[in-house]
């Protein structure tokens, strides 16, 4: 989902994997100008996803989506811990 003034994208949303019955909702950005067009892109794609009978989750690190989607009525589940691993290969 994208919202566009004058043909430029200014907010999207948009699915990083989904399952049966569930979606994680990711790239979420939208310019600093424009942040208010990210609720009803948000909006719209777990409107999309619910037609789809799948129920829409999120991983934010940014307090001002987090408000977002807290205004949607998603519901936090605590803390996420994210781990980067180093590549077996020698370099």
């Not at 994208?9 to 208010?36: D, F, H, K, N, W």
């Amino acid at each position: 989902m994208v919202a566009e003034e004058n043909g430029t994208i200014t907010a999207c949303a948009l699915t990083t994997a989904e399952l049966p019955g569930v979606a994680m909702l990711g790239g979420l950005y939208a310019t600093s100008a424009s942040r208010q067009a990210l609720t009803p892109v948000i909006a719209g794609l777990i409107q999309s996803l619910a037609e789809d009978g799948k129920v829409a989750c999120v991983v934010t690190r940014d307090h001002p989506i987090d408000e977002i989607c807290d205004g949607l009525g998603f519901e936090d589940l605590g803390a996420w811990l994210t781990v980067h691993l180093a590549s077996s290969e020698p370099s």
